[in-house]
């Protein structure tokens, strides 16, 4: 059996981009009308991403709202660029938010 240092050990860069690819995800299910999104998500990341089912739902359900928040983003752009700048102006929120409530 691999080595699986399942998702609480990822990088900042590592999350980003699994949680990129989930909200990428959850956007095309939702397109399609796909009844049961989340399990197809999780089952997506376990194939691709290496990762048991358990610590891929833990990591779908702690980081549920990022997920749905970059699905949105998938939704509303049109283009590479307007992807990329909805992106940044979404971090940007959510650190501004962070920042209200005096989270680091």
């Not at 399942?6 to 995800?25: I, Q």
């Amino acid at each position: 059996m691999s080595e699986d240092p399942g998702f609480s050990e990822l990088s900042p860069k590592e999350y980003g981009s699994l949680t990129l690819k989930a909200g990428r995800m959850y956007h095309l299910c939702q397109e399609r009308e796909i009844e049961d999104l989340w399990n197809l998500i999780v089952l997506a990341i376990c194939a691709f991403e290496g990762m048991h089912t358990k610590e891929a739902w833990e990591f779908v359900l702690l980081n549920r709202r990022d997920v749905e928040d970059i699905a949105g983003v998938f939704e509303r752009s049109n283009t590479p660029d307007e992807f990329r700048e909805k992106l940044t102006e979404l971090k940007e929120r959510e650190m501004t938010q962070r920042l209200r409530l005096g989270e680091h």
